[in-house]
């Protein structure tokens, strides 16, 4: 009964290499939400998809792409991880903007 | 923009006694406070939210209470159990502008048995 999943929940990349990250849904919400957490910090909004509005957080690095193709999936695209990139990416959905956030396991991304 | 302040960052307590976790925000037109448990290794959890039309919001052991003319609300945990050890954070959803959750910085709850 999984509502919110994360693919893989554990990813190694190189530094450099380029990384995809992938989020899907089955409660047909509208709001799609991926999130960067590091080690005990609250988590950071990168981007979020109303529909298929997207909107980009000011101090998102430009290393960070998403892509919404669905209402079910979303991706995240990180196209040169940096060692600082290593961190747990949350993806979470709400109904609407405003409503309760459903947050997925998260991927943990290591770069070596 | 929106700015969620958290208190304390850090909290231990005896098990039994009661916690309380508080939050201030700076916009007065945020109308969500959700409070978000997370375990170790785990994703966030909601576990009590409350709107800005309500002032108190109560779910067993778990209360929040909102003061809108102070920007604050607070997280109050009663009874506490060893399985309430976790990181607690709050949020307020920013109404204006990129309409998203602000979290706090968080608290570090410890249960002493």
């Known amino acids: 009964d999984a509502m919110v999943i994360q693919n893989p929940r554990y990813q190694v990349t190189q530094f450099g290499k380029p990384v995809t990250l992938s989020c899907s849904q089955t409660l047909n919400h509208n709001v799609m939400y991926w999130y960067q957490q590091k080690s005990s910090q609250a988590p950071k909004l990168l981007f979020h998809y109303y529909d298929k509005d997207f909107n980009n957080e000011a101090d998102t690095p430009d290393n960070f792409q998403s892509r919404r193709p669905n209402t079910s999936f979303c991706f995240l695209d990180i196209r040169s991880p940096g060692l600082g990139d290593a961190a747990m990416y949350l993806c979470?959905?709400?109904?609407?903007?405003?409503?309760?956030?459903?947050f997925g396991p998260g991927t943990r991304l290591t770069v070596t | 923009g929106e700015n969620v302040e958290q208190h304390p960052s850090t909290l231990s307590v005896q098990e039994g006694d009661s916690a309380v976790i508080k939050c201030t925000y700076s916009?007065?037109?945020?109308?969500?406070f959700p409070w978000y448990k997370q375990e170790l290794g785990k994703r966030p959890q909601l576990i009590i939210d409350?709107?800005?039309?309500?002032g108190e919001k109560k779910d067993q052991r778990i209360a929040v209470t909102l003061n809108k003319t102070a920007k604050h609300f607070s997280l109050h945990i009663t009874e506490t159990q060893p399985e309430d050890s976790a990181v607690y954070f709050c949020?307020?959803?920013?109404?204006?502008?990129?309409?998203?959750?602000?979290f706090g910085q968080g608290t570090r709850l410890t249960i002493n048995p």
């Open positions: 979470a959905t709400s109904r609407e903007a405003g409503g309760e956030q459903y």
């Open positions: 916009d007065s037109a945020s109308n969500y």
């Open positions: 409350i709107r800005s039309n309500v």
């Open positions: 949020a307020a959803f920013e109404v204006g502008g990129a309409q998203k959750l602000v």
